[in-house]
Nanobody, 125 residues
Framework: QVQLVESGGGLVQAGGSLRLSCAASGRSFSRYTMGWFRQAPGKEREFVAATVWSDGSTLYADSAKGRFTISRNNAKNTVYLQMNSLKPEDTAVYYC??????????????????WGQGTQVTVSS
């Protein structure tokens, strides 16, 4: 079993930055594809970014390209999401997720096996 714990959310003004962290338990973290998703009130959960363990490839949603950066530190069992130039429409609960089996980055939530509890990000205008 893998446990994921997100942190780093909060309230920020438009144009500001936040860095989310997701700490994972378990010895196989370095072999997991890790993703970030978000869910705004009344909307479905949507893909934000992911990084695959096999070659470090990354994938971003169009809304995140150029503003968000996903990275990982396998020694610390942690994946990060650096978010810059935040917009009010980025307001959501952000979740990290782990995929045990994929060797390519996945944007589908159904491919992920483990989920964190989420951290709230609120961007004021």
């Amino acid at each position: 079993q893998v446990q994921l714990v997100e942190s780093g959310g909060g309230l920020v003004q438009a144009g500001g930055s936040l860095r989310l962290s997701c700490a994972a338990s378990g010895r196989s973290f370095s072999r997991y594809t890790m993703g970030w998703f978000r869910q705004a009130p009344g909307k479905e959960r949507e893909f934000v970014a992911a990084t695959v363990w096999s070659d470090g490839s990354t994938l971003y949603a169009d809304s995140a390209k150029g503003r968000f950066t996903i990275s990982r530190n396998n020694a610390k069992n942690t994946v990060y999401l650096q978010m810059n130039s935040l917009k009010p429409e980025d307001t959501a609960v952000y979740y990290c997720a782990a995929d045990r089996t994929s060797i390519v980055v996945q944007r589908s939530a159904g491919e992920y096996d483990y989920w964190g509890q989420g951290t709230q990000v609120t961007v004021s205008s």
